[in-house]
């Protein structure tokens, strides 16, 4: 005898709500957190760094997602910060993976729990399955077996939180490190002032290019409703999904407490993170505009691991935002257009400073 398989269709939250009720002078919204759910599968006492952006995401997805849910968690500080002997953070069933394993992983929990409740060995309903690796694991390390998952369509959301570096192993670059980040592994000098040479891995389109029957979407810690919701989708979504999302790592990009979520929404503004969604049934990608276009250096100045940047650098960066904008289908403003040009960056070179915070600190 063969059971039904009864999955979850979990509601989305407004985006309108209390969150959207007061604008800042840009058209913002001022509260960054709406109504939240009460339960929290990720509950405090972890050991993470304060206004870690990682964490901060866990508790999102894991409140969006709910209780009836299982985690699987390849190595990172996802990992090593939440869990000691006999003891997790987790209010619901959480298991750790090897870093290149949390695609096949999640594979076999998927394909184990429709199994069983076809047999009528587990009741049902079909639980939230996920899996949340670093972009070390879901961009690098992991990215083959993450693949192997997404292609065969397994029903699991795979979250990649991406803070740009290998961050538990000492802040090494990872594929995900953006262009000039300095981290331990690429730290600026004589030969190489920019400290990192090559651009970041477009991880999410080549998912969403790669897997086109997939849910893939982007999102940040600056956007709680979004995350929230597209974590949402993901899980409905019948079959599989992928969400990469801007997590800031304090210890490693070297910023203020504090501007965790600012950060998040910086990135987008300065047009270096761009939000969308892609929708497999119309195989079309749905850009998210901002209200606000930021030179990069908004985004830049808040960090210590951009402290070396020279003039021509930032220019590079502005180059690369600018062609984001058009990608994402939005004009490129003049005053934008102008710092592409070294020439508009000299100040920073000329006043020796170019970030107000941290300047030389550094990951
Ligand atoms: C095959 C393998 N190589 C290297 C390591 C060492 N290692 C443990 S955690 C980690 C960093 C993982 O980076 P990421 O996935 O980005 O997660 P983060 O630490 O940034 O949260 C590394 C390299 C490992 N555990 N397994
Ligand atoms: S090193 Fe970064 S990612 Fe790791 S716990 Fe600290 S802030 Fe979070
Ligand atoms: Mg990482």
């Given at each position: 005898m063969?059971?039904?398989?009864?999955?979850?269709?979990l509601?989305?939250?407004?985006?309108?709500?209390?969150a959207a009720?007061?604008?800042?002078?840009?058209?913002?919204?001022?509260?960054?957190?709406?109504?939240?759910?009460?339960?929290?599968?990720?509950?405090?006492g972890?050991?993470?760094?304060?206004?870690?952006?990682?964490?901060?995401?866990?508790?999102?997805?894991?409140?969006?997602?709910?209780?009836?849910?299982?985690?699987?968690?390849?190595?990172?500080?996802?990992?090593?910060?939440?869990?000691?002997?006999?003891?997790?953070?987790?209010?619901?069933?959480?298991?750790?993976?090897?870093?290149?394993?949390?695609?096949?992983?999640?594979?076999?929990?998927?394909?184990?729990?429709?199994?069983?409740?076809?047999?009528?060995?587990?009741?049902?309903?079909?639980?939230?399955?996920?899996?949340?690796?670093?972009?070390?694991?879901?961009?690098?390390?992991?990215?083959?077996?993450?693949?192997?998952?997404?292609?065969?369509?397994?029903?699991?959301?795979?979250?990649?939180?991406?803070?740009?570096?290998?961050?538990?192993?000492?802040?090494?670059?990872?594929?995900?490190?953006?262009?000039?980040?300095?981290?331990?592994?690429?730290?600026?000098?004589?030969?190489?002032?920019?400290?990192?040479?090559?651009?970041?891995?477009?991880?999410?389109?080549?998912?969403?290019?790669?897997?086109?029957?997939?849910?893939?979407?982007?999102?940040?810690?600056?956007?709680?409703?979004?995350?929230?919701?597209?974590?949402?989708?993901?899980?409905?979504?019948?079959?599989?999904?992928?969400?990469?999302?801007?997590?800031?790592?304090?210890?490693?990009?070297?910023?203020?407490?504090?501007?965790?979520?600012?950060?998040?929404?910086?990135?987008?503004?300065?047009?270096?993170?761009?939000?969308?969604?892609?929708?497999?049934?119309?195989?079309?990608?749905?850009y998210?505009?901002?209200?606000?276009?930021?030179?990069?250096?908004?985004?830049?100045?808040?960090?210590?691991?951009?402290?070396?940047?020279?003039?021509?650098?930032?220019?590079?960066?502005?180059?690369?935002?600018?062609?984001?904008?058009?990608?994402?289908?939005?004009?490129?403003?003049?005053?934008l257009?102008?710092?592409?040009?070294?020439?508009?960056?000299?100040?920073?070179?000329?006043?020796?400073?170019?970030?107000?915070?941290?300047?030389?600190?550094?990951a």
């Amino acid at each position: 005898m063969t059971f039904e398989v009864v999955r979850h269709q979990l509601p989305l939250f407004e985006e309108d709500g209390r969150a959207a009720a007061t604008d800042d002078e840009h058209g913002r919204d001022l509260h960054y957190l709406p109504d939240l759910p009460e339960e929290d599968p990720y509950a405090a006492g972890h050991r993470t760094c304060a206004g870690c952006g990682p964490a901060i995401q866990y508790r999102w997805v894991l409140k969006a997602a709910g209780q009836d849910t299982v985690v699987a968690g390849p190595t990172g500080c996802m990992y090593v910060a939440n869990s000691t002997y006999l003891c997790t953070p987790y209010t619901v069933p959480w298991a750790h993976t090897p870093i290149a394993s949390g695609g096949s992983f999640t594979s076999g929990m998927a394909a184990g729990y429709e199994a069983m409740i076809r047999k009528g060995r587990y009741p049902g309903p079909y639980p939230n399955i996920l899996v949340m690796a670093g972009d070390g694991s879901a961009a690098d390390i992991g990215i083959g077996s993450i693949s192997g998952a997404l292609y065969r369509n397994h029903d699991a959301l795979f979250v990649c939180y991406d803070n740009e570096c290998y961050a538990n192993t000492g802040i090494q670059t990872s594929p995900t490190t953006p262009y000039a980040g300095m981290t331990t592994f690429t730290p600026f000098g004589k030969a190489i002032p920019e400290g990192k040479k090559l651009p970041p891995k477009n991880l999410a389109k080549m998912m969403a290019e790669g897997h086109p029957h997939c849910y893939v979407a982007t999102t940040t810690v600056g956007y709680p409703v979004d995350l929230m919701n597209k974590t949402r989708k993901g899980l409905n979504h019948v079959g599989a999904a992928f969400l990469h999302c801007y997590t800031p790592c304090q210890k490693g990009w070297v910023y203020q407490t504090s501007m965790t979520v600012e950060l998040g929404r910086r990135v987008v503004e300065s047009g270096l993170w761009p939000v969308w969604e892609y929708d497999p049934q119309e195989r079309t990608y749905h850009y998210f505009h901002p209200p606000v276009q930021r030179p990069v250096t908004d985004y830049l100045a808040m960090q210590g691991r951009f402290g070396h940047m020279l003039p021509e650098h930032v220019a590079t960066m502005q180059v690369s935002a600018n062609r984001n904008w058009e990608t994402i289908g939005m004009d490129v403003p003049k005053t934008l257009r102008d710092l592409e040009d070294p020439a508009r960056h000299q100040r920073l070179h000329d006043e020796e400073y170019s970030m107000p915070l941290n300047r030389g600190v550094g990951a």
